[in-house]
């Protein structure tokens, strides 16, 4: 393994030669005023307000090469001027804020509030800010003292960014809808309420609401595209089902999910139309400390069009030894379409990841996806995207890791029997991370 490593250690520190010696004064003062602030930030203890709050501050700077900046094929790029930017850049990306986490008897919660700041050394027109919030409530003790058993919890997501990559809970959601091929700055918000009542002993009943706004809140930077249309979309989901525990570790549910939502053009140039997903599905989960495995199945029903299809998914999260963990995944299902066509869409989904602790300080992660959107009524147009990233990371201080990473996507659209527009892009990016920790490296299994 670590004869691996070192070449690929050799490459990085290559490119980030070649990076600092392209640097000019402005962003090499930018650069190392945040790599000075992430240090000190690394030596500061999560504050305590009382004895259930603690406030617990966080930062990064990244320093990478994208080889394709824009997201987007050269033919179908130009400036104000008419002419062609230039595709590859060196970006420095500065990010902070803080997490609120309060626990208490009846009380869980976790807020993270953060901002980030782009600098492109070429495109420096493309320099933008972005903003999150995040936040989840538990109330399962507190529900616990009313009705024995039972769970609720809150989350709420807010998010502005024209850069996709910047908030990781809709950075899938972006990769399937194909958004990552043109930077359009948008607004988005989610919020959900999930809960489970138990009805006896081995039988509970689980359900759901969610509600979301997608807004794009800038014209296209790189120039208009004909054809490439962006939807503003507001949905609605409700989902709900009895769930029946077959042992302590073994269980089966049947769910019935509805979203939804209506979309209007993001350049207000045509009515709002609304569109349904309905889904009947039967679910099996099976869990232990170590693995864990989930399949579900049945149909889902589109509406206006009328298409019924079957969907489903399998995911499986286990640990075939004590530092390495992989994750499966399988879903094909029916999802709005935000880009290129309004209405619905049927999105298959592959994707393997894998998180190896090499020893206490040294990790390495990686992941491969590929994703298919057919959009309807006519399924040969759609979307693929190929993508894989690998991470090395490694442990300088209790409070601070330091990180070499790489990522590839490839995009192939072919929509030319619906609005005639058709291309394929690939980006490649890498470069170094220096990042806060509050938490030890290798807690926790999930996958970013």
Known sequence: MLACVGPFLKGILVVLQQLWHRRCTKFRRLLWSAVV??????TLPAVPVHAETTIVPWGSVRERYDSNV??????????????????DDFVTDVRGGVNLRHDSREVEADLKVGGSYSAFVTNSNLNFFAALANGTVGLDRWVDQYVRGARLRVT??????????FGRPTQSDDLDGGLITFRRSRFLNTASLQGSYPLSRDISLEGGYAFGVRRITRATEGGEVNNASFFNTMTHTWSGGPRYSLTRNDSIAAF?????FTQERSDGGSRTIAHSIVTFEGDYTKVFPDWQFSVRGGVTLLEPTGRTFPSGSIHITTKPELNTVLDLTLSREG????????GSRVNHIARAGIRHRIYERLSLSGFGEYNLSQFLPNTDSEFQTI???GRLEYKLTRNIIGEL???FTHLDVDTTETNGLAYQVSRHQVGIMLSV???SLGEVIGFE
């Open 156 to 165: 709420e997501n807010l998010l502005y960014a024209p850069e996709q990559a």
């Open 387 to 389: 993508t894989g990233a």
């Open 405 to 407: 990473f790489y990522t």
């Open 335 to 342: 999802r709005p379409s935000f880009f290129l066509q309004g």
């Open 37 to 42: 602030a992430v240090l000190v930030l690394g």
């Open 256 to 260: 019935y999910r509805q979203t939804f």
């Open 70 to 87: 824009w997201r987007r094929p050269k033919e179908l790029l130009r400036n104000a001027q008419g002419n062609t930017p230039q595709l």
């Open 437 to 439: 920790s509050m938490e």
